[in-house]
């Protein structure tokens, strides 16, 4: 008897170990404000924005950053538990939908209120749920060292001096294919940087590139009213642009650097390295991507020479078409928590966003562009993709593209655009069936 | 008192609350979920068989990643289980070095999936480049891609279990054999088999499940590239569950007929099996 008793004993003691032991952490841990990050890249810079926070206000401010591509994942597992995030990420209206139930209605928030536009916000019934943090762009960044070697050289074909007299498609074929004529006398080994088509490593062009045939598509059918809302509520697509999506697609094909048969063993990385040493002139890619150009080793780009030019894909009148300039990190609070924590959640980020030591995080150290008049005309980034990007949004004569995959009908419908593209490079699809299957693809996921 | 029953609380109950924890309760929840509409386990709606018909009708990725799956297990199980069996019987010779030939074949079982696949897409991508393909270009080389790495990463494992089970072959039938002058094959196939087959019993449940349940290689080493033509079972069920906006209860009701499909043919495997194997 004796000894089943310890025994008992000692099973209870073991059990009983390990729940004190969580339930020790779990206390320790439990900060009011609970924020699920998710750009790993600005991981640390967060950790050292909730020290300060914490130094300042005595809050405690708990960051986790989910790893690249899982945020999805994390959030599910996490905002099931017992201390849930507070603040958390949607990637718009999409992921809007995904999460509405957590969602706490933020329409007379003071953060509601910095927004310089207050459409940019996810609306729905009358109510604010999620407000966009951070402006970001892309188009086809250029290597204006290479371009002024092009333009300098005594046999090119075409007659152009500057990049500022590239103001469409036909232009810039014209100067792409002269250069890959010339890639010795210029000392590349392509014009465009590979076409990244590995698994993961496709939404520049099943996301970024798709982007400006559908916008066209969208904004001729409904000429009133915001394109990402109309477009969350088509149930299906026509892709009445196919062709110039096809020739924007093969015009980077055809002078890439890699040849079409090894492109679906590419990554982004692989393509910014390319670019980030010289080999390529040209690279379609966002500012957020200047951190990956100035990080690679022994590169040759000088900052000054980074300029970024807008998509062009031979569409009438897009001699006045801007890069595309969209958000698709929108902050909500969550729903469910404590009103003691989502008080405190908004006052983290209301302090975030316009505090003098929140507002020079944002721009020095996390160097994003945000959509709040809390940030005054100098308080911008100064690297030079976002330059570019602010340069093109003060630009009244051009016309911004927005982001309207925000409204996309999600991964499945991209893997399958991506998918067929890499089919397309390959030689296995003609581009006919590569239309058809996004336009079912599209019908598919929105059933 | 018996000692089974006294001393359960300190050796079986810490196991079974851990399993209860990390396996049966997340079973049971998991079936009860592949009947709802859920975004967390929290907001579950009840739909009934509503995600085992989308399962099947939706789109044909789910039978396509079936039969691929089927296909691979078949060309694995058999090339697996043959080399082991055959660098078993190999090493288990008196030759110089079997023991650090059994420690290099071992070796590979000890790396990551994501890494191996990694690893393996480097050199696949590597020996076709010079001829202008890429391991995407056709899902043959996916499919091929697959038993190799697979292949390189169990046979070690496999190989050990048919040692262990070559060694306690009882020296005396085989001297028997010999003086009744049996040949190398006769012997093979009348006494090592035979008396092998409770490790052949063991390697194939091993393989099967393996092969069925590959997640890690098949994300890393293809990803489904190209168009989700080398997509396994597991992987369709992870890009259902994560990929699509409200499609996570069949994601669920996939995994649970995948657990099915799994179970049956490894009960089937086993029952099989251990009909076949003798008494010493």
Not at chain 1, 315 to 327: A, F, K, L, M, P
Not at chain 2, 21 to 50: C, Q, R
Not at chain 2, 218 to 233: C, E, I, V
Request: hydrophobic letters at 45%; proline letters at 3%.
């Amino acid at each position: 008897m004796k000894t089943k008793f310890t025994a008992f004993l000692l099973a209870a003691a073991l059990i009983f170990s390990c729940f004190s032991l969580a339930g020790c952490t779990s206390k320790k841990n439990a900060a009011l404000v609970y924020f699920l990050n998710f750009k790993p890249e600005s991981a640390a810079v967060y950790e050292e924005l909730a020290d300060k926070y914490e130094a300042e206000t005595g809050v405690k401010v708990k960051v986790v950053t989910a790893a690249a591509n899982t945020y999805e994942q994390t959030l599910k597992s996490e905002i099931a538990k017992s201390n849930p995030p507070t603040i958390f990420q949607v990637n718009g209206p999409i992921g809007y939908d995904n999460w509405d139930d957590y969602c706490l209605n933020i329409k007379d928030s003071k953060l509601y209120s910095y927004l310089t536009d207050k459409s940019l916000a996810i609306h729905d019934d009358g109510g604010v749920y999620a407000i966009p943090y951070v402006v970001e762009g892309y188009g086809i960044i250029y290597n204006n060292a290479i371009m002024k070697r092009y333009f300098a050289l005594p046999d090119k074909k075409t007659s152009f001096t500057d990049m500022s007299e590239i103001k469409n498609f036909r232009d810039l074929k014209a100067v792409v294919e002269d250069m890959t004529a010339h890639k010795k006398a210029l000392a590349i080994e392509g014009v465009f940087a590979s076409t990244s088509l590995s698994a993961g490593e496709d939404w520049r062009w099943q996301t970024h590139l798709l982007n400006v045939p559908i916008y066209y598509e969208i904004s001729q059918k409904h000429k009133e009213g915001d394109p990402t809302l109309a477009l969350l509520d088509a149930d299906e697509i026509t892709l009445k642009y196919s062709e110039n999506y096809r020739k924007i697609f093969d015009l980077y094909l055809n002078n890439s650097i890699t040849p079409k048969n090894l492109l679906g063993s590419k990554s982004v990385a692989d393509s910014m390295a390319e670019f980030a040493l010289g080999k390529v002139a040209m690279v379609q890619n966002g500012n957020w991507s200047w951190s990956q150009i100035s990080g690679v080793k022994g590169n040759t780009v000088t900052a000054e020479d980074i300029k970024m030019l807008p998509i062009y894909t031979d569409i009438d009148g897009e001699e006045s078409q801007g890069v595309c300039v969209g958000t698709e990190n929108y902050l909500a609070i969550n729903k469910n928590a404590t009103a003691e924590q989502q008080k405190a959640s908004l006052a983290f980020l209301e302090w975030l966003f316009s505090s003098d030591i929140g507002k020079k995080y944002v721009t020095e150290k996390l160097g994003f562009i945000t959509p709040f008049n809390t940030f005054s005309e100098n308080e911008t980034p100064s690297d030079p993709l976002a330059r570019e990007i602010t340069r093109y949004m003060k630009d009244e004569n051009l016309k911004i593209i927005p982001w309207v995959f925000n409204a996309f009908p999600g991964e499945a419908f991209k893997k399958a655009t991506g998918d067929a593209l890499l089919d397309y490079a390959q030689g296995k699809k003609e581009w006919d069936k590569v239309k058809d299957d996004i336009v079912k693809a599209w019908k598919s996921e929105r059933d | 008192m018996k000692p089974l029953k006294r001393y359960f609380p300190i050796f079986v109950l810490p196991t079974l609350i851990a399993f209860s924890i990390a396996f049966v309760i997340p079973f049971i929840m998991g079936l009860y979920l592949s009947f709802t509409e859920f975004t967390t386990v929290e907001n579950a709606t009840f739909v009934g068989i509503k995600n085992y018909i989308s399962a099947f009708t939706d789109n044909s990725d789910f039978l396509n990643a079936l039969w691929f799956t089927i296909g691979f297990a078949l060309v694995s199980i058999i090339t697996i289980n043959v080399f082991a069996f055959i660098l078993a019987l190999l090493l288990t010779r008196k030759i110089i070095g079997t023991n650090l030939f059994r420690t290099v074949f071992f070796m590979p079982n000890l790396i990551g999936g994501i890494v191996l696949g990694y690893i393996w897409q480097l050199i696949i991508n590597g020996v076709l480049q010079p001829f202008g393909y890429a391991i995407t270009s056709d899902e043959r080389f996916g499919f091929w891609g697959l038993i190799v790495l697979m292949n390189w990463q169990m046979i070690g494992y496999i190989m050990i279990i048919y040692i262990a089970g070559l060694t306690s072959v009882p020296t005396d039938i085989l001297e028997a054999a010999k003086v009744d002058g049996a040949g190398v094959f006769t012997t093979l196939f009348r006494i090592t088999i035979p008396s092998v087959m409770p490790s052949i019993t063991i390697c194939l449940f091993l393989t099967i499940t393996n092969s069925f349940k590959m997640f890690d290689q098949n994300l890393a080493l293809t990803a489904g590239a190209p168009s989700g033509r080398t997509k396994m079972l597991a992987l369709d069920i992870y890009e259902t569950f994560y990929g699509r906006v409200g499609y996570e209860g069949v994601g669920q009701a996939k995994a649970v007929i995948f657990f099915l499909i799994v179970a049956a043919i490894a009960l089937t495997q086993l029952i099989l099996t251990r009909r076949k194997e003798v008494e010493q």
